[in-house]
């Protein structure tokens, strides 16, 4: 084991080719936001609803002349009305469905008068119809809150104490909790606080949200308001006193200049960074530099090459890359650049030519199209089977397995969503599949988990107790829609002479077929950026990241109180549920489909070359990868990198031999046994691994090879061939090695461009024949070797080896390496391809895993709290 | 209405069982199967026939003391084939602590209790009629009792399902869609893996229209997803209707049947029913889809698929917000807008309300307006069992032939009065073959247990409704 820990840490941070996002000065607390207005129009009769959530809900103002802009506040300084066009639908649904609500507001009264009381805030219909009304009663906060167990005018109300309205700028917040819990905050502080009991299944789908005067137009409240927001959810004291601390005027859209400079940075890393990386660096790279120039980097790209500059900021028409580009002589012997990339270039010239980044990594931009759409995830076979077992305590392993399509192979893992498609087989299996679950489980058992109730009418507890069990089986609160349609299974039932158990059953069946146990739904409109996702959606990214199963009773429990918009929670969890052994499991998921070890499987070496190839030896090879990497990152708890070269590995006896291993323990059993290989150099680490290697196929290929090593491990790119190039290998012959064919190859004027990026990573691995037999001599009596050298991509050397444990030992302490990996793991626990706009994200989740140690443990943590998990990408709603 | 009526002469003749022959594919349809065929060699040219027909929330007493001239007024064209009863008193169904709405509903057609939330306190009327003419089962191929109806409310099955095994447990599935009850009349259902347990099969079918509810949801326009995933969403939609077809669509149709009526587009199924609170619809989206109901359950009759069975036009304590310009005989009846009239949303706003707030000594316009439509609609389906398609052997027609009982929950709709809410239920009855008076309204001054136990016996059955302890009274004014 070679510790280079310390060492990689520092080279971590020196070396990564993003800059980390620059940290807001002050955060205000928004997970839950459904609405939120900061006033900042500077004229005009529109409010604009700046959440980013949903659809807007823009106010209008009826009488521009009544109100006034001052300092980014509106002022009302006499009766107006502003209010939503709309029914504040997606208030009203969110909030019916989670029982649970935030009123914040920063506002200064105009007076210590008005009253009636004076509406502030307001989803009503008339002056004794509402769901909600913030409002001022001369000297203090008045709040109405219709539920289940209040009136529909919102009485009793929750009253701020007497006297506790002043007229100076207050932090005003009322929160409702699912428990029915009310509390009033002043400027951060609890001044009040009662009960709503019930729900709120009785607001009103149809009432508007109107500010500072009543839907009748007679109830009008003068002052200024400098933001209101409106949540799905009890802030918790911490969030209250978090939002007062960050004053009134947080979370504002930055300032126009900034906004030109985002605009420049955007151009770059949009449309020149992806077709520099797609269309010039081939040949134009540190490693290459054709023509002496280098584009990959933004010091050597200013400079130019052997014609001197190639660009001149802000003169397209004085740039020598754009005459070579826009006339179509470059990229020499590749398709020119499209009339949209053209258009592009000539405008980030004509701009300025701003390079906000040191280095033009290509691997971030390998990613585009399907990649970079917002998919929702369907649960793979696994996910499924876990998903039930944790859900309703059947295991369906057999069966899914059986029935259930396999998911297939997408960008390097089974679980991109883009490719989780759907079939008629899988309508019918999860239909057949549910209907087997059901009969295997205690359905009053279950039942009885969530009401003692077993009663099938829906005006008694019926649809309680479907609210309460959809909750559990569809990992969030179901709307009343959903408790409707469910709970009018029972009704179905009850009239075909059912009862209570078949009822439950068949609502049982229904969930587990619906589309929020078989996929993972969140919710996906806004402005095309992202937005922080709830604390439901939240569990489950966590869950299904760390454990490729559902949120426990625990982790739901906490979302349900809140507790997950609290950093420090999320990360408790994240601690607790390392400590799940389905967290090795789903690790182990992670190695199996990163290094698609099932593919050993399916294989069938040429049998008179590999007489000793069966397929239990096959398996024995998958068996000795995934309990290598159990011991390294579990085991060992060692940074991931180790997995290229901790000198141990596990092996059945027939394995053992084949690596050429004195095999231990009893010869019969075919049990896996550890064996140090400390003085065994030829072998330790992944790559020296049979279920790795026969990756070359029969006759061990280079390119194959080099190829894993590029793509997997360094996150190089490369263009494909040229149509007319027979890829399939030469064998080899007397006197001619697969390294005499590689370099060949390399040394041919058009392969070698690419060739020599991958090839010689191969070199290393000769001695292993094509099902990982070590020789020295191959069968035409060649002599083998495992020199060799490798050149990082980005970087314009090579760097040379002379055996293949120094090989291993080069890419473990490979930044680029480790960087790769940090890819791959966010790869998968996010289930897509990363695309450019995560690579800032990507580097600062690697630099927070690195300096935590580096293991798989850190990196995972790392994930869960950095924005790809707390926020979710979003499409732009028309 | 838009909507082309159906009628027998749409239908090949034959379809009716004695022909088995005229039946081109096999009707593998539920209970029939196990039917027995000891009846395929009846002879009695005039089949004997009961059904229920059940209308929701009832007319109160004092409007139906106006006989014809008030809200009784559609069923005037068709009086002379009817037995009126007022006077009828279900007070032995009241059950402490349960909603009069759904004691009323269940005691309707059985004059018993309900036994618990999902059952009867016993047979309905054209059960006890079927076991004791039909011993042996039904003919083979028929079906052997047929419950539909129009309703939204649900939450227990004594407000919508009117038809009883002597155990209290339903005589039939409900079939609230004119799809299903067509299908159920006309069609073969094909059966998932050749399960035997066809009941299980439409329940399957239930909880997938369930399914098929939550994916639609996904691909509509409040979806919360972006447009990839909601198109993954179709795409899997797409995936269930080819399975629901390959499942579970009907394989054929009896021979000569009506064209496959189109899909409805009114709320079932738990949507129907949020939670009480009530749902908006239309005068005309209500009376389209009971009239097509209507149509297929009369043509069931007429085809001689089935004689026996119960038929609701909404439920017991209905919920509904209804719109719409109500005409009758040409003239304006009522401008329907329950929630604009309450001035309320949700259930108070709900034509409910008008029951609760009756009062004998003021208009009551607005109850006296869905009373009156009530009764045309029941009279709209009774007319079709009395047109030259529906003339029998005896030249009479199926509605003179018939049982016809119909009747509702309350005789006024306020809760504050047991008594009183279940007292003088409005009850009606067709001749039965010449065994009951018709023509005439009749104030009975009867339980319901008596009146239909009554029945019974004129319809020469052995088996009593009620229990067996206690004093019987023959009402025998209703009988000719």
């Given amino acids: 084991m070679r510790h280079l820990v310390q060492f990689r840490i520092l080279l971590t941070l020196a070396s990564l080719a993003f800059v980390a996002p620059v940290a807001l000065a002050v955060e205000r607390v928004e997970r839950g936001l459904l609405v939120r207005y900061d006033f900042s129009e500077d004229d005009g009769q529109t409010i604009a609803d700046r959440s980013n959530v949903g659809k807007p809900l823009n106010l209008v103002i009826d009488r521009s002349s009544r109100v006034r802009r001052s300092g980014g506040a509106l002022v009302v300084e006499s009766s107006s009305s502003i209010a939503s066009t709309q029914p504040a639908t997606k208030i009203i649904a969110a909030v019916k469905k989670s029982n649970a609500i935030s009123v914040e507001a920063w506002l200064k009264p105009a007076n210590r008068s008005q009253s009636g009381p004076a509406r502030i805030v307001s989803i009503s219909s008339n002056t004794s119809n509402r769901n909600l009304t913030l409002g001022q009663d001369k000297d203090f906060y008045d709040v109405r809150l219709r539920a289940t167990g209040s009136d529909h005018n919102g009485l009793p109300s929750t009253s701020s104490p007497k006297r506790s309205l002043q007229t100076k700028l207050t932090h005003v917040v009322f929160t409702r909790d699912a428990g029915g819990k009310t509390t009033v905050y002043l400027d951060g502080k609890r001044v009040a606080g009662k009960t709503v009991k019930g729900n709120f299944r009785n607001w009103d789908d149809r009432q508007r949200l109107f500010l500072a005067n009543e839907a009748t137009k007679d109830r009008p409240w003068l002052g200024e308001l400098h933001l209101v927001a409106l949540y799905d959810r009890a802030l918790s004291d911490k969030d209250v006193r978090q939002n007062f601390a960050a004053g009134s005027r947080a979370g504002r859209a930055p300032p126009s200049a900034d906004n030109v400079v985002k605009a420049d940075t955007l151009l770059f890393d949009r449309h020149v960074a992806p077709l520099f990386a797609k269309h010039c660096l081939e040949c134009h790279d540190a490693a290459i530099k054709k023509g002496e120039l280098d584009l990959s980097h933004k010091t050597s790209a200013v400079a130019g090459g052997e014609s001197g500059k190639v660009v001149v900021p802000g003169k397209a028409s004085q740039s020598l890359l754009w005459e070579l580009v826009s006339s179509d002589d470059m990229p020499k012997d590749r398709p020119p650049l499209s009339p949209e990339e053209k258009d592009s270039l000539r405008t980030w010239i004509d701009s300025g030519a701003a390079w906000p980044v040191e280095a033009i990594d290509p691997a971030v931009y390998l990613n585009e199209g399907h990649a970079g759409e917002v998919w929702l995830q369907r649960l793979t076979v696994s996910e499924y089977i876990a998903t039930v077992r944790s859900a309703v305590g059947v295991d369906i392993a057999n069966e899914a397995r059986q029935i259930l399509p396999p998911d297939l192979r997408a960008d390097g893992f089974n679980n991109t969503a883009y490719n989780l498609n759907i079939d008629l087989k899988h309508v019918e299996a999860y239909n057949k599949l549910a209907e087997i679950i059901v009969s295997r489980m205690d359905i009053l058992e279950f039942a009885g988990r969530f009401s003692k109730s077993r009663k099938l009418s829906t005006d008694d507890t019926m649809r309680d107790h479907v609210a309460a069990m959809g909750k559990w089986l569809l990992r969030g609160p179901l709307d009343s829609n959903e408790i409707n349609k469910y709970s009018g299974i029972a009704t179905t039932v009850a009239s075909a002479g059912g009862d209570f158990k078949e009822a439950i059953g068949y609502i049982v069946q229904a969930m587990l077929q619906s589309p929020r146990f078989v996929y993972r739904i969140e919710y996906q409109h806004g402005d095309g950026t992202s937005r922080l996702v709830d604390d439901y959606e939240l569990a489950s990214r966590m869950s299904y990241i760390l454990w490729g199963a559902p949120p426990d009773e625990d982790l739901l429990r906490a979302a349900e109180r809140g507790e997950l918009t609290d950093r420090n929670v999320v990360e408790a969890q994240v601690k607790r549920m390392l400590k799940d052994p389905r967290t090795i499991e789903r690790s182990e998921e992670f190695v199996s489909q990163w290094l698609n070890l099932g593919r050993l499987a399916n294989l069938r070496p040429n049998a008179k070359k590999f007489p000793n190839w069966n397929a239990q030896l096959a398996a024995d090879m998958q068996q000795e990868t995934l309990a290598y990497f159990k011991e390294v990152v579990w085991t060992r708890n060692r940074p991931l990198s180790d997995l290229l070269n901790t000198q141990v590995t596990f092996a059945t006896p027939p394995l053992a031999r084949h690596y050429g291993l004195k095999p231990t323990g009893n010869n019969t059993d075919n049990k896996i046994a550890r064996y140090d290989l400390t003085k065994v150099p030829s072998r330790g680490g992944l790559l020296t691994q049979a279920s790795v290697l026969t990756i070359g196929g029969d006759e061990a290929s280079m390119v194959a090879r080099g190829l894993f090593v590029l793509n997997d491990l360094l996150r190089g790119t490369i263009n494909a061939p040229p149509p007319c190039v027979n890829t399939v290998p030469p064998p080899t012959k007397t006197g001619l090695t697969q390294r005499g064919i590689a370099e060949s190859r390399i040394a041919d004027n058009k392969c070698g461009v690419c060739h020599t990026r991958f090839e010689p990573l191969a070199f290393g691995l000769e001695k292993f024949d094509g099902i990982g037999a070590y020789h020295d001599k191959d069968e035409h009596g060649n002599t083998l070797r495992d020199d060799g050298e490798v050149l990082f991509p980005g970087t314009a050397k090579p760097v040379a080896y002379q055996t293949s444990n120094e090989l291993m030992d080069l890419l473990a302490t490979s930044e680029r390496v480790q960087q790769s990996l940090t890819w791959k793991v966010t790869q998968f626990a996010l289930g897509r391809p990363l695309v450019a706009a995560d690579a800032a994200t990507v580097a600062k989740i690697h630099q927070t895993a690195q300096q935590a140690g580096g293991t798989y443990s850190d990196l995972i943590t790392a994930i869960v709290m950095s924005d790809l998990v707390q926020r979710a990408r979003t499409e732009a709603t028309e | ?480």
């Fill in chain 2, 1 to 480: 209405m838009h909507r082309k009526r159906i009628d027998r002469r749409t239908m090949l003749k034959g379809v009716a069982v004695k022909g088995a022959g005229a039946v081109t594919i096999g009707l593998p349809l539920l209970e029939e199967m196990t039917a027995s065929s000891a009846m395929a060699a009846e002879q009695a040219d005039v089949p004997v026939r009961a059904f229920n027909v059940f209308f929701g929330l009832g007319i109160p007493a004092p409007l139906q003391k106006e006989g014809f001239d008030g809200v009784l007024e559609p069923l005037k064209p068709l009086s002379k084939k009817l037995l009126i009863m007022r006077g009828v008193d279900q007070l032995r169904a009241d059950e402490k602590g349960i909603n009069a709405h759904y004691d009323g509903a269940t005691a309707a057609f059985t004059a018993e209790p309900p036994d618990g939330e999902a059952k009867a306190g016993g047979a309905s009327i054209d059960q006890v009629i079927r076991r004791n003419h039909y011993r042996d089962g039904m003919p083979a191929g028929m079906v052997p009792t047929l419950v539909a109806g129009t309703f939204f409310r649900r939450s227990r099955i004594g407000r919508y399902v009117h038809s009883y095994n002597a155990d209290g447990t339903v005589a039939a599935t409900m079939q609230e869609k004119p799809r299903d009850l067509f299908e159920r009349v006309f069609g073969t259902i094909g059966a998932v893996d050749e399960d035997p347990d066809k009941r299980r099969a439409r329940l399957k079918r239930s909880v997938l229209d369930t399914v098929v509810d939550q994916y639609k949801f996904y691909t509509g326009a409040n979806s919360p997803l972006g447009s990839t995933s909601k198109a993954r969403i179709a795409e899997h939609l797409d995936r269930i209707r080819e399975f629901e077809q390959r499942a579970y669509a009907m394989k054929g149709k009896v021979a000569g049947a009506p064209p496959l009526p189109p899909r409805s587009q009114l709320l079932h199924g738990g949507s129907a029913d949020p939670g009480g609170e009530g749902i908006d619809i239309t005068l005309q989206e209500l009376s389209s889809e009971w009239r097509l109901m209507a149509d297929l359950y009369a043509l069931a009759i007429q085809t001689d698929r089935t004689r026996f069975g119960a038929l609701t036009f909404l439920a017991a304590g209905e919920r509904i917000r209804l719109k719409g310009d109500y005409e009758y005989d040409g003239r304006t009846v009522f401008q329907f807008d329950d929630e604009g009239q309450h001035k309320k949303s949700g259930s108070a706003g709900c034509s409910h309300e008008w029951w609760h707030q009756f009062n004998e000594n003021k208009k009551n316009e607005a109850l006296r307006a869905h009373a009156h439509l009530k009764m045309r609609e029941i009279a709209y389906f009774l007319s079709r069992l009395d047109t030259e398609d529906s003339v029998d052997a005896n030249g009479k027609t199926i509605l003179e032939n018939s049982l016809i009982t119909i009747s509702t929950e309350s005789g006024d709709g306020r809760h504050n009065d047991v008594k009183r809410e279940l007292s003088g239920v409005f009850h009606a009855i067709s001749g039965a073959g010449g065994r009951f008076k018709t023509g005439r309204i009749l104030d009975v001054g009867a339980e319901g247990v008596d009146v239909y136990n009554t029945m019974l016996t004129a319809m020469g059955c052995n088996d009593r409704l009620g229990p067996q302890k206690r004093d019987a009274r023959a009402v025998d004014a209703i009988r000719a």
